[in-house]
């Protein structure tokens, strides 16, 4: 039995509310434990005192990780789904954390990133898999839910760094086991209910007509893959700029203080992920090109205005960015899962996944040039990234996918 047959639902099939709610705590779960790493970089600066390009391989390191297995974690559970990765990987996650609070080494810091990385690896592509289970007809919606919780655990890292991290240091890294801990009992319910409905997929199935397609369909969905995660890309980079440096060019270069930083990070985050959660119904109801062409092109002008706008006006500008910029989160998702249907796993491993992982090389990158050059240049040339987004133009609309779909299914 494959996962696709598994996926298999109908149109009538009721939205299933409290597994969505429950997957999105999860991935909030799981995403504010990934959130400690870079919240942690003024930390590790003063206490491992390292350079901004270390600083830079530990994002690297974290998300590569993750993203080069989640397409392999995808593309296998699309043929064979394990339920039991779903708590099997938060194990992981709580080792990792466990290991960066009893260490002090620079390559332990490393190891435990790893044991994160491998975490997330293993919960995306599955967690998306879930979520899109329990959806019923509204895709959207359901991936908005799912992605919030990430987006909502991102924007908490600021709120750990200010009352956990920042009076404790490192060893403040262990209240997080807990964390991992309730995570682990959560995916326990998620993965017993997930296995329920592989059964009655597989039911369902039976009668399915197989997905074929001709080779000039392969090349046109394959262009259309690559130029979205192209664009994932972008939008990653210019992410990758602001949660790992830019409270360092407000501390060093608008004199805040590290505490005061922290504000505008959860600014940025916390409206990333009101518009994570708006993103989807407004994909549903206006259309998912449409939504992907705004959250780039839209907030272009606020991001070439942030590096020469006074703090106070950088906290409104974060706001507007973050909700824009990242409106789009789950409706990449979507869009290359109607791309390619009945691929749930893999699809979400390429642009949750390998998408991220290119974009934490913008991290080791930008850390770089930061160490060559300055970070007021760095974060000016970062502020052109979104205009990169006039190239959604060229993604097929819609309209354009459904074709494709019913000419597969012809």
């Not at 930390?43 to 600083?55: A, D, G, R, V």
């Not at 959207?140 to 760094?161: D, H, K, M, R, Y």
């Not at 939008?235 to 501390?251: C, D, E, K, P, Q």
């Not at 991001?303 to 409106?327: D, E």
Request: glycine residues 10%; aromatic residues 12%.
């Amino acid at each position: 039995m494959t996962a696709s047959k598994a996926a298999a639902r109908t149109a009538g099939d009721p939205t299933v509310y409290r597994v969505l709610f429950a997957i999105s705590l999860v991935h909030l779960l799981n995403d504010s434990i990934q959130a400690v790493f870079p919240a942690m970089n003024r930390i590790f600066l003063e206490s491992l005192h390292l350079s901004y390009t270390q600083l830079g391989f530990i994002a690297f390191g974290l998300n590569f990780t993750a993203s080069i297995i989640q397409p392999i974690v995808g593309m296998y559970t699309d043929r064979k789904p394990m339920p039991l990765l779903l708590p099997l990987g938060m194990v992981s996650t709580l080792l990792g954390m466990l290991l960066l609070a009893l260490t002090h080494s620079y390559p332990m810091v490393l190891l435990s990133v790893v044991l994160v990385g491998i975490g997330s690896a293993v919960f995306h592509p599955e967690g998306s898999r879930v979520a899109n289970l329990a959806a019923g007809p509204r895709r959207g919606l359901a991936q908005s839910i799912f992605q919030v919780g990430g987006n909502g655990g991102q924007a908490l890292a600021p709120v750990f760094t200010l009352f956990i991290l920042l009076p404790l240091g490192q060893p403040g890294a262990i209240w997080f086991t807990l964390v991992a801990g309730l995570a682990v009992l959560v995916q326990c319910y998620v993965a017993r209910w997930y296995g329920k409905q592989l059964a009655l997929g597989a039911r369902k199935a039976r009668s399915s007509r197989p997905v074929v397609m001709t080779k000039e369909r392969k090349r046109q969905i394959a262009a259309a893959l690559w130029l979205l995660i192209f664009l994932v890309f972008v939008r990653s980079w210019y992410h990758a700029s602001i949660l790992n440096f830019f409270t360092s060019f407000l501390v060093e270069h608008r004199g805040l203080s590290d505490n005061a930083s922290q504000y505008y990070l959860f600014a940025f985050l916390g409206a990333g992920a009101v518009g994570t959660f708006a993103g989807g119904p407004l994909a549903d109801r206006f259309g998912r090109k449409a939504v992907l062409f705004f959250s780039m092109l839209g907030a272009a002008p606020f991001a070439l205005a942030l590096p020469y706008a006074s703090a106070p006006v950088q906290f409104v500008l974060l706001l507007i960015i973050g909700f824009i910029l990242l409106s789009s989160f789950s409706v990449a998702v979507v869009y290359a899962q109607e791309l390619i249907p009945g691929k749930i796993g893999t699809v979400s491993g390429l642009i949750t996944g390998l998408a991220f992982g290119l974009g934490a090389v913008g991290a080791v990158a930008l850390g770089s040039l930061i160490d060559l050059t300055s970070l007021p240049a760095v974060m000016k040339a970062c502020s052109f990234l979104p205009l990169i987004g006039v190239v959604t133009y060229y993604l097929p609309s819609d309209a354009k996918l459904r074709e494709w779909s019913g000419d597969a299914l012809s």
